[in-house]
T-cell receptor, first 114, second 112 residues
């Protein structure tokens, strides 16, 4: 069964550094998302992306965050200047269409900011 | 503010027991309710519910939605140690990007 693939599985970075988290959604999917889960807390919506543009973003998704779909297959989340509180598991997700199609999640990237 | 509340937050049972996990919600534009199982990493999809009163079943797992009372339950019969996981309830909202609003999850531990 096709999967959403995320790399790396774990990223350690120093505060203030830029990180790029990468995702390859399922190939015929059209809607792409980033969610995050801080350890011990609930999964939170960050941003949704459709037709090469952001369709919605949460309050968490401030100017330090950006998303791109540079080549039609990869979907990236960039954090420009990481903070300690950005430490979390970041999940990429995608689904095919809006009718009865569940969201499929990747295995996540654990980001640790030191 | 959209809200999803799951109960209990954790549950410890013995193999063979039956469990019922609860999810209540308050959202402005409901589209569907989803259950996911989260073991170590990615939430894996279990059920998507859009209509009231129609039970969805997959093996020992079943789920039903009540759109009048705004809740859903997930039942697991004859539990096995492999059912140990965090079960996440999420409500999909419509009118924008169909994002999911998650509850905190129920951590189920099944002991042999």
């Amino acid at each position: 069964e096709p999967e959403v693939t995320q790399t790396p599985s774990h990223q350690v970075t120093q505060m203030g550094q830029e990180v790029i988290l990468r995702c390859v959604p399922i190939s015929n999917h059209l809607y792409f998302y980033w969610y995050r889960q801080i350890l011990g807390q609930k999964v939170e919506f960050l941003v949704s992306f459709y037709n090469n543009e952001i369709s919605e973003k949460s309050e968490i998704f401030d100017d330090q965050f950006s998303v791109e779909r540079p080549d039609g297959s990869n979907f990236t989340l960039k954090i420009r200047s990481t903070k300690l509180e950005d430490s979390a598991m970041y999940f990429c997700a995608s689904f095919r269409d809006r009718d009865n199609s569940p969201l499929h999640f990747g295995n996540g990237t654990r980001l640790t900011v030191t | 503010e959209d809200k999803v509340v799951q109960s209990p937050l954790s549950l410890v049972v013995h193999e063979g027991d039956t469990v019922t996990l609860n999810c209540s919600y308050e959202v402005t534009n409901f589209r569907s309710l989803l259950w996911y199982k989260q073991e170590k990493k990615a939430p894996t999809f279990l059920f998507m519910l859009t209509s009231s009163g129609i039970e969805k079943k997959s093996g020992r797992l079943s789920s039903i939605l009540d759109k009048k009372e705004l809740f859903s339950i997930l039942n697991i019969t004859a539990t096995q140690t492999g059912d140990s996981a965090v079960y996440l309830c999420a409500v999909e909202t419509q009118g924008g990007s169909e994002k999911l609003v998650f509850g905190k999850g129920t951590k189920l531990t099944v002991n042999p």
